[in-house]
């Protein structure tokens, strides 16, 4: 098999004194859609953020495409091609749908945002015509867009999704993962944590169980989604 | 009437410098979410430095000026780095104190440097004034200048924040510094640029406030500077329009106080508008409440 995209080994993450990560390995492939699922404060997010530079781990090698980026912070792992859709979506609200994309693009060459957001908009185009409002008067469902176009803005090999579809009526839900999908279709490798442990394995290649700070189960979507006990905790029976 | 006149020019000339100084504390507060009480002072270390330039080396206005706004720009990227940065993971309060404690240094600093004994600064600005009313009316040119340069600054420094890289990169850390982080935003980088700014612009305010009151000691920064973050909190902290506002409405209620009321309550009824504006309207004037959409 090819090397992963992605090998994250072996990290211990810590907020202060609590250990929040205790020794987690997982690796995503180019091409894949990975999903982590887990309950509330099994680390799922905590390990997003981790690759994506905001926090950094203890212990523990994080390598992308085969360079270690466990100690860079945000703004080196950008470039590299990782992007990060934070959970609760976290657009800027006080500024412009037009500024948010452009931040999205901001380690890019400056020529290039214009093209990229004709691209976002081809595909949103709810984007296009919501442009000049400011996005904290967006709908629940078009902040997630924003958020989701404004982390392509950055051409991301591999883009993180942290809770897409939180808070979001069921048809919207439904848009977000096929907007997922395709996206995965485009190219773009996947690292997806979610609630909705059902939809999630639905679209997923592979899938890692978190608890506690542990990955206690992995394997393809459709296995875990068919496992007892994965359906006993997250697929209500 | 020119009475009149008269008075509210030179509350607004005395707003401009308070709300030049004031711009330093709410971007400082936006984007490094700190309130840096060393800010007055650096404004005094600025006057101390332009002084000694011009009336000690003989310097050309100008030049001093530039010297000055180079040293206030170092020294408030140095404190930054030395006192503040180390603290950015530390509770707030542990923050504020350090920061009153870098104004008592400060002020030792320039008295060990300086002495304690006032200085009298002379105008960068030529004496004179213009006539207007048939002579009623007179506006010094140092009124001008200062009403002339703080409308530049705050020109200059709207279009910086709203039409640059760097400064949409500011303002997105103003509102969330992680997701500003995920843009792949330099917050350490973006930080030291927003306290190198407000540290010149303090030096540009110590050189207009010095020339229309000249009495220079090192404890000279420490009064503008509170109003200045009074003047900041009235325009809603954090809020770049909201200081400029809340610094010129600041100046005309103290010299129309100091006019019409009592001129040894001018200081006073500056911080009751605080009080006020604190008790009815805590964000300020132009201050906004987030919403957060779930």
């Known amino acids: ?98 500024e948010n994309l452009e931040m999205g693009g901001y380690t890019r060459p400056a020529d ?15 984007l296009k015509e919501r442009e ?14 924003l958020a989701i176009a404004r982390a392509l803005m950055s051409h991301p090999k591999l883009l993180m999704l942290d809770e897409p579809s939180m808070g979001l009526a069921p048809i919207l839900v439904d848009q977000i993962f096929d907007i997922i999908v395709e996206l995965r279709k485009a190219g773009t490798t996947i690292l997806l944590v979610e609630q909705n442990a059902r939809k999630a394995l639905e679209i997923a290649d592979r899938a890692y169980v978190l608890e506690t700070g542990k990955i206690t189960l992995s394997g393809t979507g459709s296995e875990l989604a068919s496992s007892d006990e994965v359906r006993k905790a997250y697929l209500g029976g | 009437m020119s ?12 707003g401009s410098v308070y709300a030049i100084i004031a711009l330093g504390y709410t971007m400082v507060y936006g984007i490094a979410k700190m309130l840096n009480f060393a800010h007055g002072d650096v404004i005094m270390i600025g006057a101390y430095i332009c002084f000694t330039m011009m009336f000690n080396l003989n310097m050309p206005a100008f030049l001093g000026v530039l ?11 140095t404190i930054e780095r030395l006192a503040y940065k180390p603290l950015r993971q530390a509770t707030s309060l542990s923050v504020l104190i350090t920061a009153i404690g870098m104004s008592y240094f400060l002020q030792n600093l320039a008295q060990l440097i300086w002495g304690a004994n006032p200085k009298s600064f002379k105008s960068v600005i030529p004496n004179g004034s213009i006539s207007l009313m048939n002579g009623s009316l007179k506006i010094s040119y140092t009124t001008i200048v ?32 992680g997701a500003a982080q995920l843009m792949g935003v330099n917050v350490d980088l973006t930080i030291t640029i927003t306290f190198a700014i407000g540290s010149a612009l303090a030096a540009i305010a110590a050189v207009l406030m010095c020339s229309a009151y000249p009495t220079l000691k090192p404890t000279t920064g420490s009064m503008p500077g509170i109003k200045a973050f009074t003047a900041a909190v009235f325009g809603g902290i954090g809020s770049i329009p909201g200081a400029m506002l809340g610094g010129i409405l600041l100046g005309v209620i103290e010299i129309f106080g100091k006019a019409y009321i009592s001129s040894e309550l001018g200081d006073a009824l500056v911080f009751t508008v605080l009080i006020l504006v604190l008790l009815v309207k805590p964000t300020g004037l132009l201050g906004k409440k987030v919403h957060e959409k779930v």
Not at chain 1, 52 to 73: C, D, Q, S, W
Not at chain 1, 116 to 126: A, L, Q, S
Not at chain 1, 132 to 145: F, H, P, R
Not at chain 2, 67 to 77: E, F, N, R, S
Request: charged fraction near 20%; hydrophobic fraction near 45%; aromatic fraction near 6%.
């Open chain 2, 146 to 177: 200062t009403i002339v340069a703080s409308v530049l600054i705050m020109v200059a420094l709207t279009m910086f924040v709203n039409h640059t890289k760097m400064g949409k990169a500011m303002r997105c850390v103003s509102e969330d510094r």
């Open chain 1, 112 to 126: 290039e945002i214009q093209a990229t957001m004709d691209d976002m908009f081809k595909r949103f185009p709810r």
């Open chain 2, 3 to 14: 009475a009149f006149m008269s008075n509210l020019l030179s509350g607004v000339s005395l």
């Open chain 2, 67 to 77: 010297i000055a706004m180079a040293v206030c720009t170092l020294l408030g990227v």
């Open chain 1, 132 to 145: 000049k409002q400011i996005a904290g008067t967006l709908s629940g469902g078009e902040q997630q867009m």
């Open chain 1, 1 to 98: 098999m090819a090397k992963p995209m992605l090998k994250v080994d072996n990290i211990n993450v810590f907020y202060g004194a609590i250990h929040a990560i205790k020794g987690i390995s997982f690796e995503v492939y180019e091409g894949e859609i990975v999903t982590l699922i887990g309950a509330n404060g099994a680390g799922k997010s905590t390990t997003l953020n981790t690759v994506g530079g905001l926090m950094k781990p203890k212990t523990g090698t994080i390598e992308f495409e085969e360079k270690n980026i466990a100690t860079m912070p945000a703004s080196k792992v950008v470039p590299l091609g990782i992007a990060l859709c934070p959970e609760g979506r976290r657009i800027f609200q006080q500024m412009t749908v037009k």
